[in-house]
């Protein structure tokens, strides 16, 4: 009984390249969001998704990050051109049809931009 | 909820002494609520949620939250704490049961020997 995996855990990036998150849901969850963690701060909610649909994405940073969940495999979160302020933890959850409001998350992965 | 509040950013406590780690929400409309722990270097895990029924609601390992509607408060407690609840805790809050989790900035737990 799997529960949410995300990979890489831990990610090191060089100012002004690409990282790609990557998040595969509970088994029978069809909705999954992506968190930030910055230092010393709670989680802020980005972005969700349904297969193949942005349902709300009010909590991304307008450029250089987008996100999918393709019909088949994971979700993908991606940043464009990394810069120092994206370090942070950045999480994703999942939940049923039924229960949106009940999530259930990965275990992170670790952003660090030199 | 327009914001979810956790006075205390460091909570140290002896071994085997009580606990309460406060949470206050300000919100207009009917609002679930979650406590989750963080250990370090991993993701959070659901202590305990409270959805509608008794305004007291046991958790796992030992906590327990109250519901307080006239103070906006979900307070999280444990009546004797072991060092392995050593974490940080986070308050989180979805309003009108919607997915948008509104969280604290989390009370880091010191549970000292």
């Known amino acids: 009984n799997a529960g949410v995996m995300q990979n890489p855990r831990h990610l090191v990036r060089r100012r002004g390249q690409e990282a790609r998150l990557r998040c595969s849901p509970m088994k029978g969850h069809s909705h999954v969001y992506w968190y930030r963690q910055l230092p010393e701060e709670g989680l802020k909610f980005m972005v969700y998704?349904?297969?193949?649909?942005?349902?709300?994405e009010s909590g991304m940073p307008k450029e250089r990050f987008s996100a999918e969940f393709p019909k088949e495999g994971p979700s993908i979160l991606r940043i464009q051109q990394v810069v120092r302020g994206d370090s942070a933890a950045y999480f994703c959850?999942?939940?049923?049809?039924?229960?949106?409001?009940?999530?259930?998350f990965g275990p992170g992965t670790r952003l660090t931009v030199t | 909820a327009q914001s979810v509040t956790q006075l205390d950013s460091q909570v140290p406590v002896f071994e085997e002494a009580p606990v309460e780690l406060r949470c206050n929400y300000s919100s207009s409309v009917s609002v679930y609520l979650f406590w989750y722990v963080q250990y370090p270097n991993q993701g959070l895990q659901l202590l305990l949620k409270?959805?509608?029924?008794?305004?007291l609601v046991k958790g796992i390992n030992g906590f327990e939250a109250e519901f307080n509607k006239s103070q906006t408060s979900f307070h999280l407690r444990k009546p004797s704490v072991h060092i392995s609840d050593t974490a940080e805790y986070f308050c989180?809050?979805?309003?009108?049961?919607?997915?948008?989790?509104?969280f604290g900035t989390g009370t880091r737990l010191k549970v000292l020997a």
């Open positions: 959850a999942s939940s049923s049809d039924r229960a949106s409001y009940e999530q259930y």
């Open positions: 409270y959805l509608s029924g008794s305004t």
């Open positions: 998704l349904q297969k193949e649909n942005i349902i709300d």
């Open positions: 989180a809050v979805s309003e009108g049961g919607t997915y948008k989790y509104i």
